[in-house]
């Protein structure tokens, strides 16, 4: 059985090609595998990943 009481909420903003601010947010262990997810469900980020301009713990 996989322990999931380790996760922790994150939000990932980036900014789109108008320079408008979004977010994404997702149950991480950390920020890193918070990016791989944001890269993995967001096309935009996918192709673009120095779009991230912050990885923010909301715990």
Known sequence: ???????KPYTVYYRDFRNIRLVNCFYAYDAFEAKALAME???????????IDLIRCEY
């Open 1 to 7: 059985m996989i322990n999931n009481y380790n996760l």
């Open 41 to 51: 469900f967001n096309k935009y980020i996918n192709d673009h990943p120095n779009s």
